[in-house]
């Protein structure tokens, strides 16, 4: 079993900058490939960026490319999400999730089995 905990999130101003962070326990979690997930109110939780095992395949959501970068630490079972370039429409409560699917990264969070409580994103324009 795989116990996620996001940490990181705040209220920024437009333009500026958060590093989230996934800490996991109950699981090595260089075994598993990760995303990031965010909710604002009344929508769909959408995908924002994943990363394979090894760290090598990395993917991003159109609305964040460029100004969002995943990274992970195997060896201090963390996985991270600097985020740069903040904007209001980046306001979510942001979500950690990890997949026992290997092979291509997973974009579906259907496809993602466990799930950190989340971290609230907040930016003020």
């Known amino acids: 079993q795989v116990q996620l905990v996001e940490s990181g999130g705040g209220l920024v101003q437009t333009g500026g900058s958060l590093r989230l962070s996934c800490a996991a326990s109950g699981a090595t979690l260089g075994y598993y490939p990760v995303g990031w997930f965010r909710q604002a109110p009344e929508k769909e939780r959408e995908g924002v960026s994943y990363?394979?095992?090894?760290?090598?395949?990395?993917n991003y959501a159109a609305s964040v490319k460029g100004r969002f970068t995943i990274s992970r630490d195997n060896a201090k079972n963390m996985v991270y999400l600097q985020m740069n370039s903040l904007k209001p429409e980046d306001t979510a409560e942001y979500y950690c999730a990890v997949t026992i699917f290997g092979g291509a990264l997973r974009t579906n969070p259907a496809d993602y089995d466990y799930w950190g409580q989340g971290t609230q994103v907040t930016v003020s324009s």
């Open positions: 990363i394979s095992v090894s760290g090598k395949m990395t």
